[in-house]
């Protein structure tokens, strides 16, 4: 069983930088997959980014070159570096874990916080 709890959201003006954090219990995050997705009002929860346990990274083209995952598993966190920000960035931020495989659907992560609302005005 992992629990995640996400922080860092907020309202940032476009162009504006956000780091958010994900902390996970358990004794074996270095094992998990680690996922990000975002869901704006209205739609549906997209993909994001995603990382495994030894530090490879696959993101969706809308984010490429302006976020950034990593992971830090001594403190069993991982981190959405956001840059760059556009308003269309604007929606709740989630985390999510799986051991089943580096996948970028929601279907594949069995776990989720509860989401933190990220911001961008114009």
């Known amino acids: 069983q992992v629990q995640l709890v996400e922080s860092g959201g907020g309202v940032v003006q476009a162009g504006g930088s956000l780091r958010l954090s994900c902390a996970a219990s358990?004794?074996?995050?270095?094992?998990?997959?680690m996922g990000w997705f975002r869901q704006a009002p209205g739609k549906e929860r997209e993909f994001v980014a995603v990382?495994?346990?030894?530090?490879?990274?696959y993101y969706a083209d809308s984010v490429k070159g302006r976020f950034t995952i990593s992971r830090d598993n001594p403190r069993n966190t991982v981190f959405l570096q956001m840059n760059t920000l556009k308003p269309e960035d604007t929606a709740n931020y989630y985390c999510?874990?799986?051991?089943?495989?580096?996948?970028?659907?929601?279907?594949?992560?069995?776990?989720w916080g509860q989401g933190t609302q990220v911001t961008v005005s114009s």
């Open positions: 999510a874990a799986t051991r089943r495989g580096m996948g970028t659907s929601a279907r594949v992560f069995d776990y």
């Open positions: 358990g004794r074996t995050f270095s094992n998990y997959f």
């Open positions: 990382i495994s346990a030894i530090d490879g990274t």
